[in-house]
């Protein structure tokens, strides 16, 4: 694209995201306008009625798609043009190049009116259609579709093929622990999404790629759909797979921590050395987010959402972001315990997954009724849950719940009671809880 032709495109998103704030906020129930597109046709120039100076505002066709919903319930759709004289509209028309001016426009705005008429007359349908907002925008994605096809990504009829072939997907946009996305932690913010296809299938896509020894291979997909297959970018752990020599502790979705060397492949990212695993559970895939352990530098996991696995709980997400892979293993599985059908029954215990018919839950410290000068554990969950911060806001009301309040104070008093004082547990637990309602996107329960 050429400097103008950017530039023009420039103005008319500009205007698009006016006019459809604008179109949102008078929207009737009845009726629904949709913009279908626009055509910057160019300035209008007149001079100031007073002073005699030069004045120019830009000139838009804009067409729009009304549908209407009838009292009969029948719905009535029709196509209309309307120029907007920067963001006023001052003209509508059933068809191109007949514009009917509104009277308010004609009677007290003549010097504009005879500007917009000399630049319609000078100006031909065909340069009005080559600035069509549509065409820029196709034409700004081809451009850079074909500049990406230069950097070694494949091709759409090879992406269409990772499509086929593919096993599972993984969204990169979602928030591993609660605050980063897989994307960030992976270095692999250029792309949308992950694709995993068997290792055996990357020669169907693309002759040249590196299988390398593993049964599974990973192919980026950008925002644009392009495909990159991403086996170089990282480093295969050759101590688990189907000859591992250690196992590996992993968080899963269904709240439970498990202790095995269940992966086939374990990728390690060659930039900054995040890794992403996975494993065969009966043809679904598995898939696991690692950090290193600092004590034993072992790879610590949590179970990450894949197109045909169960969303990850935030509590579940939230151990991972609590421990940041510096604890010992044990420390990090002791979280949350596993339970089989025979189980274990402690006096106290919390269930994690908020799903009654499972078992997997966390044992919960069973603390008397006053905790520090007649204050019970009520009373310091309430004034957690309506803490205000420098702003005056109630973030920790506005996304937790009371019981959420509890369950994280009384996780934070067993686990720093002999550390630090009770006051500056009240604080952090305020601090933390205020900070994650302010950044989470989270699925909250209620």
């Known amino acids: ?43 209008v120039s007149w001079k100031d009625k007073i002073n005699g100076k030069g004045l120019e505002e830009p000139l838009f066709e804009v067409e729009k798609e009304i549908e209407e919903r009838n009292p009969d319930g029948t719905v009535s759709t029709k196509r209309i043009i309307n120029y907007y004289l920067n963001n006023k509209c001052i003209a509508a028309a059933l068809e191109v190049g007949n514009p009917i001016y509104s009277d308010k426009f004609q ?15 000078n100006t031909s349908e065909q340069e009005i259609e080559n600035n069509s907002l549509n065409k820029l925008e196709s034409k700004e994605r081809e451009e850079a579709l074909e500049a990406n096809s230069k950097e070694n990504t494949l091709s759409k009829k090879q992406t269409e093929q990772v499509k086929v072939n593919g096993i599972q997907k993984i969204d990169l946009n979602k928030l591993t622990d609660g605050k980063e996305s897989l994307g960030k932690k992976l270095d692999l913010d250029e792309y949308d999404s992950l694709e995993i296809i068997y290792s055996d299938k990357v020669n169907d896509i693309s002759k040249s790629e590196n299988r390398k020894n593993t049964t599974y291979s990973i192919v980026g997909i950008t925002r644009d759909g392009d495909a990159k297959v991403l086996n170089d970018e990282f480093d295969l752990d050759n101590t688990v797979g189907n000859n591992a020599s250690r196992e590996q502790s992993k968080i899963r979705a269904d709240g439970t921590a498990t202790r095995d060397n269940r992966d086939t492949s374990v990728f390690t990212r060659k930039s900054n050395g995040a890794s992403i695993g996975f494993e065969n559970n009966q043809g679904n895939i598995n898939a696991f987010y690692y950090q290193k352990t600092a004590e034993e530098n072992e790879n610590i996991g949590i179970q990450i959402e894949t197109s045909k696995t169960q969303v990850i709980p935030i509590e ?13 293993k044990d420390k990090v599985q002791n979280d949350i315990e596993e339970h089989t059908e025979e189980g274990c029954n402690p006096d106290n215990v919390k269930d994690f997954d908020g799903d ?14 006053n905790l520090s000068n007649g204050r019970t554990v009520e009373d310091i969950v309430l004034e957690i849950y309506n803490y205000e911060n420098e702003e005056g806001e109630e973030k920790i009301k506005e996304l937790f719940t009371e019981d959420e309040v509890k369950d994280k ?33 989270r ?3 209620i």
């Open 356 to 369: 009654e018919n499972t078992i997997t839950h966390e044992h919960a410290e069973n603390y008397g009724d």
């Open 107 to 121: 009677q007290f705005e003549s010097d504009k009116l005879n500007g917009v008429k000399e630049l319609l007359n």
């Open 316 to 328: 579940t997400r939230e151990i991972m972001n609590k421990n940041k892979g510096i604890y010992q």
């Open 409 to 441: 104070f009384l996780r934070e008093l067993k686990e720093n009671e002999e550390n630090i004082s009770l006051e500056q547990i009240i604080e952090n637990v305020k601090e933390e809880m205020n900070e994650d309602a302010e950044i989470f996107t």
């Open 443 to 445: 699925e909250h329960k």
């Open 1 to 43: 694209m050429n400097k103008k032709e950017l530039e023009i495109l420039k103005i008319e998103e500009d205007f698009r995201d006016t006019l459809e704030n604008e179109l949102a906020k008078n929207q009737k129930e009845n009726i629904k306008i949709k913009i279908l597109d626009i055509k910057f046709i160019g300035k």
